[in-house]
């Protein structure tokens, strides 16, 4: 099963700046890519997904992530952040099962 | 209103019991999974089935039992052979049994007393 990396644990950011939070997989071929997002109270919700086609796809609330096969990497970026962005973020690799990383939680600062 | 529920929000575990989380979906999906989330160690998948009557152990199977009679329901009994069951339980569905993305639940929280 795949290894999940996330780079950073927790990360705190002013309301606008720029937010990109790291994502790498352990070893290649064919995989689905996710990234998730946990509001404080709610559901675990899909945020973006890529499955083929163009490696810049495009999710909801203006996140945005970069499929680079080459770095076995998933980055999730968003160019200005808002308070209600505050969350925390997990991204997911499936070959034949779904592996999660642990997860990056962001705190938007007002 | 389409989704996935579980019930209940809280369950509070005493030494040496069984209890039941229950995981309920109308999206007419054939998979269902359960995973436990801790802080710091994201989402481990305890079980999951891919068809009515069938299931799989899951990366931490261990001290928990599943059941899948129905396609709407799965189950989670956690056994008192699981000795740190506190933890965040989730319930997820899919399409199928392939890559498909995976819609979850509201989740539960097990404590134990």
């Known amino acids: 099963a795949q290894s999940v990396s996330q780079h950073n644990h927790h990360v705190i950011l002013s309301e606008a700046a720029s937010l990109e939070l790291g994502c790498n997989y352990s070893?290649?071929?064919?995989?689905?890519l996710f990234w998730y997002v946990q509001y404080p109270g709610q559901h675990l919700q899909l945020l973006l997904k890529y499955f083929s086609g163009d490696p810049l796809v495009k999710g909801i609330k203006g996140f945005e992530a970069e499929f680079i096969k080459s770095k076995f990497s998933f980055n999730l970026r968003k160019p200005s952040v808002q308070w209600s962005d505050t969350a925390e973020y997990f991204c997911?690799?499936?070959?034949?099962?779904?592996?999660f990383g642990a997860g990056t939680t962001v705190t938007v600062r007002a | 209103d389409g989704g996935i529920t579980q019930s209940p929000k809280y369950l509070f575990r005493k030494e040496g019991q069984n209890v039941t989380l229950s995981c309920e979906q109308n999206?007419?999906?054939?998979?269902m999974y359960w995973y436990r989330q801790d802080p710091g160690q994201g989402l481990r998948l305890i079980y999951y089935?891919?068809?009515?009557?069938?299931?799989q152990k899951g990366d931490i199977a261990e001290g928990y039992s599943v059941s899948r009679e129905k396609k709407e329901s799965f189950p989670l009994t956690v056994t008192s052979a699981q000795k740190n069951p506190t933890a965040f339980y989730l319930c997820a569905s899919s399409i199928g049994d392939g890559q498909e993305t995976q819609y979850f639940g509201p989740g539960t929280r097990l404590l134990v007393l």
């Open positions: 089935s891919q068809i009515v009557n069938d299931f």
């Open positions: 997911a690799v499936n070959d034949y099962k779904l592996s």
């Open positions: 070893y290649g071929g064919t995989v689905n």
């Open positions: 999206l007419n999906h054939d998979a």
